[in-house]
Structure formats: C-alpha cells, structure tokens
C-alpha cells in the first residue's frame, strides 16, 4: 500500500500496526518514496506452512533406505572425485616405478 505524507500523518498509528503486522507500506513525498518496516520483522521460517508427505509403500522404521542413500553417495563421489586413491607399487632397483607412481596421482 502507498500513502502520501498527509495520509500517513491521519492514518498514523493505522499505517503502523499494518507494517508490524506484515503488510508493505510505502509513504511517499516529494516524489520519493520511504518503506515503513518493523526492526524485526517474522522470519520467513514462521511464515511456512507445514505439510505433511506420505510416501506410500514405505516403512519408515525399516533402515534400508538408509544404505541405499548411502551407496549412491559413495557411486556419485567415485563419479565426480575419482576412486580413493591406492597405494603405490614397491619402488624398482632404479626408482622408476616411484617416479611413474608420483606423476599418475598428482
């Protein structure tokens, strides 16, 4: 809602508790306009309404589920990351071996 200066004056204390109540209030003077906004206004937390989601066919009390998420983290971490790292071969008489190794895993 916008005002102008006058009807903020009159409608005061009205224009006021709108504002602490939430509502956007807009006074405007002079060709500019200022928001009337409460210090601490409602979390958008508050504002949320719950719902309640049913998945049907699922147990709830059965961990399976748990596992399952858990393997497709593992499959989407090796995706993106790479298998964990294994450890190097024994090094050679000349240290060739430790040398390939090193440049593989860098």
């Not at 006074?27 to 504002?47: A, I, M, T």
């Not at 971490?77 to 895993?105: F, I, Y």
Request: avoid cysteine; glycine fraction near 6%; charged fraction near 30%.
């Amino acid at each position: 809602m916008e005002v102008p200066i006058t009807q903020f004056r009159r409608r005061l204390f009205d224009l006021v508790n709108q504002a602490i109540d939430g509502k956007e209030v807009w006074v405007s003077h002079n060709g500019r306009r200022l928001r009337l906004v409460p210090e601490h206004g409602p979390s958008k937390l508050s504002r949320i309404t719950p719902m309640q989601i049913i998945v049907p066919g699922a147990d709830l009390e059965d961990d399976a589920w748990k596992h399952e998420m858990m393997r497709e983290w593992e499959r989407k971490w090796e995706r993106k990351l790479g298998p964990l790292a294994r450890p190097a071969r024994a090094a050679s008489a000349s240290g060739r071996t430790v040398a390939r190794n090193a440049r593989r895993t860098a």
